[in-house]
């Protein structure tokens, strides 16, 4: 099956900092999305992204489908964005998405 | 609309109880999935149907018996679970399209401790 790798598995930042999530995967994917779990367990949609680059307000994300990467941006972060970050991948024949390990992001006021 | 319903939110067995989790969405969605996730991991997925039929199990335990009475309804069954099956259960949907976007969206979960 494909493998996911997220990095770095833990992030600290202070409130207003900005940061890099990267998720690795070993082979074609295509479907992609960018989750963020909050401290509750729901995971909330933050981009469908297979390939190139999408913004939605301090987020954006940006995906490289030929070399097998993608980023996610937080800039201006704000004690609202802790949580963990979840990218996830799956192909077109199936409905098997997995799932990286995911970063942890704290965000201290 | 991009909401996935489950309940309940929380559920506390013991080992010889036989329970219930329920998931509904309204999306027209024609795929939904279960997913487990134990603390401080990824979800895991466990089942898919896809157009109400079973497409995928992951060589989960007869323990865990999945439903899809209709394309809006997925249950999962709990019987003789263990200790370590306590987890947070996800459900989500998608299209199920195959040939593009086939976005999944996800319910609330169900918190699961088996005493």
């Known amino acids: 099956g494909i493998q996911v790798e997220q990095s770095p598995p833990d992030l600290i930042l ?15 994917v295509n479907n992609l999305q960018w989750f963020h779990q909050n401290p509750w367990g729901q995971l909330i949609n933050l981009f469908y992204i297979p390939s190139g680059t999408k913004q939605n307000g301090r987020l954006s994300a940006t995906t490289v489908a030929t070399e097998r990467y993608s980023l996610l941006y937080i ?35 | 609309d991009t909401e996935v319903t489950q309940t309940p939110k929380h559920l506390v067995m013991g080992m010889t109880n036989k329970k219930s989790l329920k998931c509904e969405q309204h999306m027209g969605h024609r795929a939904m999935y279960w997913y487990k996730q134990k603390a401080k991991k990824p979800p895991e997925l ?28 997925l249950n999962l069954h709990l019987h003789a679970l263990q200790p370590e099956d306590s987890a947070l259960y996800l459900c989500a949907s998608s299209q199920d399209r195959h040939d593009s976007y086939n976005e999944q969206f996800f319910g609330p979960g169900t918190r699961l401790t088996v005493l």
Not at chain 1, 19 to 25: D, G, I, P, V, Y
Request: proline share 5%; charged share 20%; with cysteine.
């Open chain 2, 46 to 73: 466990m089942f898919v149907y896809s157009y109400e039929k079973l497409s995928i199990n992951e060589s989960v335990p007869s323990r865990f018996s999945p439903e899809c009475p209709n394309s809006s309804l």
């Open chain 1, 75 to 109: 800039s201006s972060s704000q004690t609202t964005d802790s949580g963990v970050y979840f990218c996830a991948v799956g192909k077109y024949n199936n409905n098997d998405m997995r799932f990286g390990a995911g970063t942890r992001l704290t965000v201290k006021p």
């Open chain 1, 14 to 28: 202070q409130e207003g900092a900005n940061s890099t999530l990267r998720c690795n995967f070993s082979d074609s």
